[in-house]
C-alpha cells in the first residue's frame, strides 16, 4: 500500500512568493489612478469611484485588495490612506515616491523574458540603453523626491560627523543625479561656506540644475557635464561624494578611484555609498533581487562587499573606514577614505 510522503517544510513562503507580483501591481495601479491622492480622508468606495470615473464594485474589490497590502485602511466601510502611503505615495507632495516606484519597476524590475535570458543569455543589443542620457533624466526627475523623503538628510548627518567638515570650503558631487544630496536642504545648504559641483550626463545635469534654481542654490551650486570615466572631474575637493554611481566604473575600479585622489586637495575625503553583496553574492537579497533583470541583461556591475574599500587602499589612501548603514533600499556600505 502506498503512503503519504514525509514532509519535513512548508510551502508557505513559496505561496508568499507568488503573491508578490500582485501586490506590487496594486500599488502601481493606485497611483497610476491616483488613488491615494483621494484618500487623505475616509471616503466610500462609490465616493472614490466617482472621483476617478472607475466600475464601483471593482472599485470596492480594488480598495479592498489595497487594504489587505496595508497600503490603505478600511474602517465602517470607509477607506483611508495608512500613514506611510500618506507620506509617499500622494501625488504632488515634495516625498512622492510614486513616480520613482513606477520607473523603477520599468527599469529594474521587468523579466517577462527569464526563460529565454536564462537559456540564451543576455542579447546582443539591449532593448534598454542603461547609459542613455535620457534614461538617467528620467530616472533623475523621478529620484528627487526619495532624496528629499530621507536620503538628502542622512547625508549630512554622515557629511557634519566627519572631523574635517568645518575646514570643508569645496566638494563634488559626483554622479549626482537631481543633485538634492548636494543642494539647499543637503550638505552644502548644511555648511556656512562650502561650494559645490554636481558631475554628471548633459540630460541629468539639465534636472539638477532645475533643482539648483528651485533652491535658490545658483551662488553655492554649479553643474558639470560629461563620462566621469572618461572625462576631467575637476581638481581642488575637500570631499567626493559618490552614492550608488561608481558601478559603472567597477572593471576598472582602480583608475577610477585613482582619478577621484587625484581631485583632492590634501587632507581631502572621498566618501563612497554602494551596495557590497555577500554570501557569494547572494545576499542582501534586496540589491541580487533588484538588480537580476539588468544582470541578466548583460549589465552586472554589483559591487562585492569591500570592493571600493579595497581599491581606495590600494591607490593610496591614507585610511579607509568602512561600515554598513541600514537604508530602505537595502543594507549600504559607506566607505570613507582620506588622502594624505
Known sequence: MKQLPEVNASFGNLYETLLGPIRSKLMLTGIEMKVFNHLSEPKSADAISEAIGSHPK???????????CDLITKKGGSYQNSAITQEFLVDGSQTFMGSMLTITTQMFFDIDDLPKLVR??????????????ETWSQFAASVANAERAGAAQHAVRIVADLPEFPAFKKMLDLGGGPGLIGIGIAIVASHPGMSGIIFDQPAVVKVAQAFIE??????????????YTTN??????????????????????????????DALSPGGVFISCAEGLTHERTRPD?????MISLSLMGQDVCFDQ???????????????????????WGPMDLDIGRRE
Open 306 to 328: 569591500g570592493e571600493i574599500a579595497d581599491s581606495m587602499l590600494r591607490v593610496g589612501f591614507r585610511s579607509v573606514r568602512s561600515r554598513t548603514l541600514d537604508t530602505d
Open 120 to 133: 540564451e543569455g543576455p542579447p546582443l543589443t539591449p532593448e534598454m540603453d542603461m547609459a542613455s542620457g
Open 214 to 227: 528651485e533652491y535658490e542654490m545658483d551662488y553655492r551650486m554649479k553643474v558639470m557635464s560629461g563620462d
Open 58 to 68: 471593482n472599485t470596492r474589490l480594488f480598495l479592498d485588495g489595497l487594504a489587505a
Open 286 to 290: 534586496k540589491h541580487v533581487i533588484s
Open 232 to 261: 576631467p572631474i575637476g581638481e581642488d575637493y575637500d570631499l567626493v561624494w559618490a552614492k550608488n554611481t561608481l558601478n559603472f566604473a567597477r572593471d576598472d575600479m582602480d583608475s577610477m578611484v585613482s582619478k577621484i585622489y
